[in-house]
């Protein structure tokens, strides 16, 4: 399922992040890039926004547990 171009959108996006931790950069910017990795698979995967929903909503139950 990944070719060559999403390995290296996931590549760049990725390597932000890592980059950002070392700058001390703020939480959002990461997450800003987390969004963007989201995105990405949801892409990928041809996932509807109501699927992304119930994602981000389980995802939201599961970090309050």
């Keep these: 399922i990944i070719?060559?171009?999403n390995r290296k959108k996931?590549?760049?996006l990725?390597?932000?992040i890592?980059?950002?931790h070392k700058e001390g950069r703020s939480e959002q910017d990461i997450k800003n890039v987390?969004?963007?990795i989201d995105e990405e698979i949801?892409?990928?995967y041809n996932i509807t926004k109501d699927e992304q929903k119930i994602i981000e909503e389980s995802?939201?139950?599961s970090k309050t547990i």
């Design 3 to 5: 070719n060559d171009n």
């Design 14 to 16: 990725v390597n932000r």
């Design 10 to 12: 996931f590549d760049i």
């Design 34 to 36: 987390e969004y963007e």
């Design 42 to 44: 949801y892409k990928l």
């Design 18 to 20: 890592i980059q950002f």
């Design 59 to 61: 995802l939201k139950s």
